[in-house]
């Protein structure tokens, strides 16, 4: 959260004042609004930007949950839209000059944070590219008739914690000890957590993703690592920016892929020194395995996740 409570107008304390509310761990307070938990300075982005927010028909919004792999979905949109511009491999490729999160910005948190009617100079391209943490239902009624397109990573529960307590760690300079990872487990499970509960998050995009797949891609980040030539070519495809033969035979998908590949964005001078929203770039890179959680979270902790999992999915179709 990087917006100040003084950010909180009159009419959204008094919303604040009837919803639930929560203190986390760290003394910061949530409150539960539509069915999804705010920092009650993201709450004021939200409604900004569902006041405010014009769609524009081209527009192309990439969600996430935090620490799904947001990053590089960024990265990966950028470089697919990018290569009409013949950016791919040349020198001037924008992300190799500035952080995925410095390109396209979140919705809540950086565009509307502030204001309901930004100036939005800086998205003057076509088509506009945003992000946000913000659940699917949130958007549904600000997005309505809107033919703009939505694409959504998701990432299984255990390496999200894992990451999200190392990254919050990072973040704030401490010392990440089990009794944060603990109450963060707790607070994930109990879904008060930002953004939280996770499981009606990754479901009102995947339920979207079947009722309007034109305009709601499912993503998982697993797929993507395992099979990244298929995914990216699905993800072109969704976008409306297919490979072409001649460019799958000039190696232009191995180019995307690499220069997006975490080893090549973590090694650029931009990430290794520039900061976003008071975030080191640095910290937004860190393993990207798949289960690296594995020998960190207790036997406990597992089933309780795939128990959490188990419950709340059953009846989707979308496992773990
Ligand atoms: P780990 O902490 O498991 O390493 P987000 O981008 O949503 O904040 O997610 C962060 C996770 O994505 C981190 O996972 C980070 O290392 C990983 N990540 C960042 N950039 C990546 C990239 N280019 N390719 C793959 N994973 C990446």
Redesign the pocket.
Known sequence: PNVRDDKISEETKKLISSLPSHTDSQGQKLCKYQGCWYYYNTLQGVLNFQSGFQPQDTDIILA?Y????????K?LTVALLGRSKNHSSSNDHPLLYDNPHGIVPFLEIDVYHESSSPNLDNFSATPRLFSTHMPLHAMQETLKQSPCKIVY?C?NLK?TL??TW??ACAIFKIEPTRSILDSMFKSLCNGTIFYGPFWDHLLSYWRGSFKDPKHVLFMR?EE??AEPHEQIKRHADFLGCPFTKQEEESGVVDKILDL???RN??SLEVNKTGKVNNVDHKN??????VG?SKNYLTTEMENKIDMIIQEKLQSSGLNF
């Open positions: 996430s935090p620490k799904s792999g947001t990053t590089w979905l990265a990573v990432r390496d894992f990451s190392l990254f980040y993507m690592k997006c590949s975490l964005l973590s937004f890179f860190r393993k990207g395995e690296d």
